[in-house]
């Protein structure tokens, strides 16, 4: 693995199923994150994590929860999927340097229907 | 409220110059970043502006003024692989990156 990756690629999902996104990176930052991207709008904030054991909630938390129980993987679960979740998601994660910049994972697009 | 401003869609010619500008509103400010996203694919990280002044990386430039709450990126001899969109975001007092919903570059040959 070099960087991060994310599954699955692309997934149609029934509203209520539960559907988990994975993320893994392995370059050992400590800071990881969830975006939502939609068009016309910016990236949202999720859900991140500042370090392994810790996730704090960002802009648009409700209807999704994460987990960090390691440095390598953060994955994102949708309990009862809604056609507002229809979006696509991106997992970053972030270096200890002075910059702190976000390198981000191909992304999920996810449909519910 | 926080709130990042760029416009939405520019076009420009092969080979030409063009500044794409973008101004903020946030509670605080802990640096500036710029992206670029081609259509269907994750943000690649471009710049990084925390001083006022320009940062010069190749083709692309990038200014900041934190007392106008403004930053531009400056692309030059454009190329038709410069098409996509460029995203302009701000570390807030929080550190969590406030993003622009993204500014889409046409190129024309």
């Known amino acids: 693995i070099a960087g991060i990756t994310q599954a699955p690629t692309s997934q149609i999902l029934a509203a209520g199923r539960r559907m988990t996104l994975r993320c893994t990176q392995d370059?050992?930052?400590?800071?990881m994150y969830w975006y939502r991207q939609d068009l016309g709008l910016g990236l949202r904030l999720i859900h991140y994590?500042?370090?392994?054991?810790?996730?704090g909630k960002g802009e648009v938390p409700d209807g999704y929860s994460v987990s960090r129980a390691n440095t390598d993987d953060f994955p994102l679960t949708l309990a009862s999927a809604v056609p507002s979740q229809t979006s696509v998601y991106f997992c970053?994660?972030?270096?200890?340097?002075?910059?702190?910049?976000?390198?981000f994972g191909p992304g999920t697009r996810l449909t519910v229907l | 409220g926080q709130n990042i401003d760029q416009p939405t869609e520019m076009t420009a010619t092969e080979g030409a110059i063009v500044q794409i500008n973008c101004t903020y509103q946030?509670?605080?400010?802990?640096?500036l970043f710029w992206y670029q996203q081609h259509a269907g694919e994750a943000p690649t990280f471009l710049s990084y502006?925390?001083l006022d002044g320009l940062e010069e990386k190749g083709r692309f430039s990038s200014f900041l003024s934190r007392s106008k709450g403004y930053s531009y990126l400056l692309l030059k001899e454009l190329q038709m692989k410069d098409s996509a969109s460029y995203l302009c975001?701000?570390?807030?007092?929080?550190?969590?990156?406030?993003w622009g919903a993204g500014t889409k570059l046409i190129i024309k040959p």
């Open positions: 975001a701000v570390r807030d007092s929080n550190y969590q990156l406030i």
């Open positions: 970053a994660s972030s270096d200890d340097g002075g910059s702190d910049t976000q390198y």
């Open positions: 946030t509670s605080g400010f802990n640096g």
């Open positions: 370059m050992r930052h400590n800071a």
């Open positions: 502006n925390v």
């Open positions: 994590s500042n370090t392994a054991g810790t996730t």
